[in-house]
């Protein structure tokens, strides 16, 4: 069992920036790979950027550098630094954890992006 927490989702002008966070707990020394997805109104979730274990993270291309994912193996926590956000990227965020094919979700935090 892998237990997800995010946080420092809210509302951001256009060009802003927003840094997420999510605390795991449980289980984490099982964890093989985790990723930030995203949900906007009327759409399927969708990758946004997910690293394994010893690697560098993969982003979806459509972010063009926009976003980076990091990690603080100390505090079992992983970020989602997004910078110059447009509205397009209005969307719940989610964090993920795939522990031997098992994927554990986070309850999500509202990212909104509007002047």
């Known amino acids: 069992q892998v237990t997800l927490v995010e946080s420092g989702g809210g509302l951001v002008r256009p060009g802003g920036s927003l840094r997420l966070s999510c605390a795991a707990s449980?289980?984490?020394?099982?964890?093989?790979?985790m990723g930030w997805y995203r949900q906007a109104p009327g759409k399927q979730r969708e990758l946004v950027a997910a690293v394994t274990p010893g690697g560098y993270p993969n982003y979806a291309d459509s972010l063009k550098g926009r976003f980076t994912m990091s990690r603080d193996n100390a505090k079992n926590t992983v970020y989602l630094q997004m910078n110059s956000l447009k509205p397009e990227d209005t969307a719940v965020y989610y964090c993920?954890?795939?522990?031997?094919?098992?994927?554990?979700w986070g309850r999500g935090t509202q990212v909104t992006v509007s002047s």
């Open positions: 449980g289980s984490i020394f099982s964890i093989n790979t």
């Open positions: 993920n954890a795939r522990l031997n094919s098992w994927d554990y």
